[in-house]
Every structure is written in structure tokens, then in C-alpha cells.
């Protein structure tokens, strides 16, 4: 087991049958090139479905990163800049206060909205009509722009529907011929068709103890309902909604491709954005470990290992996806069993032994 992919797939077979992980994909390019694509286990303990290369996996916040790739382009074209007032673009959206936050405070957690409107259940969730109306009422939390707090899903259309109204098309339609399409990737989406849905793994999980309920009245960034989340990413209706945010079904390889066009030189002649706009993009601001849409090292429980200046983002349970401009590696990794044994940072820092690069310094 000389080669890289060997020592991944050897890694990713150990866990699955060590009960750490139950299905795995793990997908890596090195300077363009695909140097891993490993997967292992099993994508739906009910029927013993095995993982295949073509098993989907929802991978929550994950798509946060994709989403933010979108709005860069159209900055990149000039169809907007960060600077540009949300209510430029969506005049509805500047109701209660809202009438100056920009672009940039949107991809960086800092507009004041992260709680999810009053009222809504699944069905309005489901609805992108109607979320953009009812986040377009909202009244932010604080004075936008002083301090950061995660998004967690009003992200999904604080960010989505200014994609959506500078460029005419739906977010899913966006993504697919934006990024999907130049570089050939076929398994990526953010609302599922329905003949895919026999191919996307069943999601687990493993609590220590059983989930608190959440307090009564209470302002919440992710809504009662939705909880316990792997149960709601298991649901048709929740894998079928547009939410950028939160519920974007995808493989490894697919996260991966994203990122190594998002690396100067691209992947195979495609590069989405040049280099000074990546590096106005991931413009690291601290304390806050997320700027431009994307996610750095100040959150190790999803991103693992990364280190500045990589960027990337992670989603509940350990999905990753990064892109690390000094080393020229793009990763992605999937999965459906979330645990406290989960292993998706140790996949990371034994990818990157096994490539003999060293985290960037």
C-alpha cells in the first residue's frame, strides 16, 4: 500500500468496519490532478445498499461554500460588488432596518438576521417564495455589521435570492450551469430530481444522550421542527427544497472538482475565478472564522486539520469540502454516520500524510 489512494481506501475500510464511520467518500485533487477517490461502507443499513462512487450524501452546510462561490462570479462580473446594498437588488429586503446591509456582511455571518422567522414549518421551509418574503420582514438582531453569528439557514436566501435577482435564473439553475456544467460534474444539487433519489445514502445518528429540546420563545437559527437534522435531511420533501444553506446533496469527488477550479491553474483548463479574486474572496478577518462565504481554520471540528490560507466549508456531521491554495489540494469528503467518534478530521490529516505535503504555515 504504496500509493495515496491505497492508504485512503485502507484508512476508509478500517473505520467502516471499526463502526467509527458507515459510508465514506473521500476525494482529493492535487494540482489539478485526481490523486484519491476512495469510498467504503454502507449508504442505508436497512437495505445494505453499499456506498458506490455514484452514492449522494446531503451534506448540510457544506453547500454554504458553493453558494458563496456564485455570488463571487457575479462579483467578478461585475453585476454586483460586495460593497452593493442588498436592497439595491431586492428592494423587499430592506424593510425594519435592513436597508444597508451589504453583499459582503451576507457571506460573512454579519447581516443580523441568523434566526429563522416566527411560524414557519416544513411546507413554507420548502418554499422559496415564501422565505424570501418572510426574510424580508425580519428585523435584524443587532446593529448589522458589528458582530458575527452563524447563519446557520437564513443564509440560504439572504445569499441565494440576491444571487437569484442580480442574475434572473433559480439558484439551482444557476448552479448547475455556472459550475456544474463547465467542469462536468453531474452529481451535485440542491434540490434533488427524483430520479436520483434512490442513489442518496440514508443519514445516522449517534447521540450521547438524547437531544434537549429547545427553549420555548426563543429566537431559533435552525427550527425546532428540523431536529433531530439527520431526520430532516432523510425526509423526500427536505432533499427536494432549494435551502443554499443547509441541504445540498452531492459525492466527494464533486466537492472536490469545485474546489481545485477554485485554485489558480483550475482543473482540467477550468478556472472559475481568478487568483486576486479568490484572494479578495477568502479575505481572513478575525475573530470571525468565516468571511466571503467560505470557512478558515477558526472552526476545527468541521474543517479538521485546514489551516490558513486554506478555505473551504464543513457541514453537520463532518462533511468537508476545501480548497488550500499553498499546497494546490482540493478536498471532499462525504458521509451518513454522525457520531462523537466521527472521523472525517484524522481522514484529513492522514490525506495529507499520505500525499507527503505538510499543513500550510
Known amino acids: 500500500m504504496n500509493t495515496p489512494q491505497e492508504k485512503i481506501q485502507s484508512l476508509i475500510n478500517q473505520l467502516v468496519t471499526e463502526g467509527r464511520e458507515r459510508g465514506v467518500q473521500v476525494a482529493a485533487y492535487l494540482n489539478g490532478k485526481l490523486v484519491v477517490d ?41 453585476q454586483l460588488t460586495y460593497e452593493t446594498r442588498i436592497a439595491e437588488v431586492w428592494p423587499e429586503f430592506g424593510a425594519n432596518g435592513k436597508e444597508n446591509i451589504t453583499v459582503w456582511q451576507s457571506l460573512n455571518h454579519t447581516s443580523a438576521i441568523p434566526y429563522l422567522p416566527e411560524g414557519i414549518g416544513q411546507a413554507e421551509l420548502c418554499d422559496w417564495p415564501t422565505m424570501c418574503a418572510a426574510i424580508a420582514q425580519l428585523k435584524p438582531a443587532w446593529e448589522p455589521g458589528t458582530k458575527a453569528e452563524y447563519h446557520a439557514v437564513t443564509y440560504s436566501w439572504i445569499v441565494g435570492e440576491v444571487a437569484c435577482r442580480v442574475d434572473g435564473r433559480p439558484f439551482a439553475q444557476m448552479m448547475q450551469e455556472e459550475i456544474c456544467r463547465p467542469l ?25 444522550e438524547p437531544p434537549k429540546p429547545l427553549p420555548v420563545g426563543e429566537p431559533q437559527s435552525v427550527s425546532q421542527f428540523m431536529w433531530p437534522l439527520h431526520e430532516w435531511m432523510n425526509r423526500p420533501d427536505s432533499r427536494r427544497a432549494c435551502i443554499p444553506a443547509s441541504n445540498g ?68 456531521g463532518g462533511s468537508i469540502g476545501f480548497a488550500d491554495p499553498k499546497l494546490g489540494l482540493a478536498v471532499g469528503l462525504t458521509k451518513n454516520l454522525y457520531s462523537k467518534q466521527a472521523a472525517h478530521g484524522l481522514i484529513v490529516s492522514e490525506l495529507k500524510s499520505a500525499l507527503g505535503i505538510a499543513p500550510s504555515k
Open 38 to 78: 476512495a469510498w467504503a461502507g454502507t449508504a442505508d443499513v436497512a437495505t445494505g445498499r453499499p456506498v458506490t462512487e455514484d452514492t449522494l450524501f446531503p451534506v448540510f452546510s457544506t453547500t454554504k461554500g458553493i453558494a458563496a462561490t456564485l455570488i463571487h462570479l457575479l462579483v467578478e462580473r461585475g
Open 184 to 208: 462536468g460534474i453531474k452529481n451535485m444539487f440542491v434540490g434533488i430530481p427524483d430520479e436520483v433519489e434512490p442513489r442518496v445514502a440514508i443519514l445516522e445518528e449517534i447521540f450521547e
Open 249 to 316: 446533496i452531492m459525492d466527494a469527488r464533486s466537492i472536490a472538482r469545485h474546489y481545485a477550479a477554485l485554485l489558480p491553474g483550475g482543473v482540467d483548463g477550468v478556472e472559475l475565478l481568478p487568483p486576486e479574486r479568490i484572494r479578495l474572496a477568502t479575505r481572513f478577518q478575525k475573530p470571525n472564522p468565516h468571511s466571503g462565504g467560505y470557512q478558515f481554520s477558526g472552526d476545527p471540528e468541521l474543517l479538521g486539520t485546514v489551516e490558513l490560507p486554506a478555505f473551504g466549508h464543513g457541514g453537520y
